[in-house]
């Protein structure tokens, strides 16, 4: 960091050189992201095809109100997060900051919805293992659509409380102006790192709530 | 020492979240009719539509380095190879008949 480009690393020649790096390395690990992910619908599409009329039962037993709801919280927490970023962009460190906090109120309200809908999969017996339960044939199928349910959407949810705990430290860092017009690379990065998560959940909600609903 | 990306305008943001919200609801109105097998390819069509858009504005890949595209559909290629051999392996296991495929 030199005297007279504040922010800016030795080994960079110019701001805009320092923000291209920065995208590029955190889309390179979303992408490895995104195959990780990957693994998990691959094997969501291997049993769906093979047992598609469990796939719909279990898919029945899923609240669409509440998956509906959380989409609708989520895609609006990305939206403050697009807007924080853009106020830490244009140099507006603390609205940058209150807009972070709102992502988190945000992403915390879709955490508890998902905490009410597990506790009531584990009311209903129909968390997978011995004392899994469901009335109706093809139950072990039926099993297989809620171990992955709760693979995907629990992988998911690590993300959130990983994402949570990144937004509060960004807004922190935020709030002090630690972010510039020149440099806000990293509350950028923490930006793309909530809208992948949006991203997935896109992907989520039809595939697992929206089945053979008419 | 120039600021290095463009500002987008608010109510690109705004607009971009009116449309997720509008494909949501679509995507939950169109799981309500039968459409046969079209169903799924429409859940799927809007959700592609859906982080389509997230990734162009929210993401900011539309108006930043070229390069970041290319990883991102370099990622979704290996995707699709993903997808791809295991529909292969598991579709055609039926057709030899080797007993405990």
Known sequence: MSEDSPGLAHHFDSYEQQKDSATLG???????????????????GLYRTSYPAA???????????????NTVVLIASSLTMALAVRGGQTGRGKLASVLLVLTMVLGTVFLVVKGFEYHDKFVHHHIPGPSFHFEGPESNHVQMFFVLYFAMTGL??????????LVGYVAKRAWSGAYTPQNYNF?????????FVDLVWIFLF????LIGRH | MSVSSHVQPLKTYFGIFGALMILTALTVGAAFINLGPANNF????????KS????????????????????????????????????????TRGWLGVPGR
Do not use: Q
């Not at chain 1, 509350?187 to 809208?195: C, P, Q, R």
């Not at chain 2, 108006?63 to 392996?89: H, M, Y």
């Open chain 2, 52 to 91: 389509t858009l997230v990734i162009l504005y929210f993401m900011h890949v539309k108006g930043n380095t070229k390069l970041v595209p290319v990883i991102i559909l370099s990622g979704v290629f290996f995707l699709f190879i993903l997808f791809l051999l295991l529909a292969a392996d598991y579709g």
């Open chain 1, 26 to 44: 955190m889309w390179t690990f979303l992408v490895t992201e995104i195959l990780f992910f990957g693994g998990l619908f691959a094997a969501y």
């Open chain 1, 206 to 209: 039809p595939l697992l709530y």
């Open chain 1, 187 to 195: 509350l950028e990065g923490t930006g793309l790192y909530w809208h």
């Open chain 1, 55 to 69: 796939f719909r039962a279990g898919s029945h037993e899923l609240d669409i109100t509440l998956g509906c709801f």
């Open chain 2, 42 to 49: 429409v859940a799927l069509a809007i959700a592609v539509l």
């Open chain 1, 156 to 165: 998911h949810a690590l993300h959130m409380i990983i994402g949570i705990l």
